[in-house]
Nanobody
């Protein structure tokens, strides 16, 4: 069982930055891959970024590539999403989720709201 708590969301002007955190409980966290997803009002949830268990491999949605950076600190059971050059279209509830090496994302946090004003 893994419990995830996101934090760091808020209101920021376009061009600004935020850093989201995903804090996890459970001793096996360092063995899980972690992803960030987002859902804007009236839209489906979409993939944002992912990082493997060791932090050695990352992937990004094209819409955030070059602006967002995912990282993790397994000693702190935390994954981060550094978001720079934010745009109004980045406005959404951001969720983190975990999965095993071969499984689906099956543990989700409650989400944190990010609002980017123009």
């Amino acid at each position: 069982q893994v419990q995830l708590v996101e934090s760091g969301g808020g209101l920021v002007q376009a061009g600004g930055s935020l850093r989201l955190s995903c804090a996890a409980s459970g001793r096996a966290f360092s063995t899980y891959h972690v992803g960030w997803f987002r859902q804007a009002p009236g839209k489906e949830r979409e993939f944002v970024a992912a990082i493997n268990w060791s932090g050695g491999s990352t992937s990004y949605a094209d819409s955030v590539k070059g602006r967002f950076t995912i990282s993790r600190d397994n000693a702190k059971n935390t994954v981060y999403l550094q978001m720079n050059s934010l745009k109004p279209e980045d406005t959404a509830v951001y969720y983190c989720a975990t999965r095993t090496v071969v499984g689906p994302y099956n543990y989700w946090g409650q989400g944190t709201q990010v609002t980017v004003s123009s």
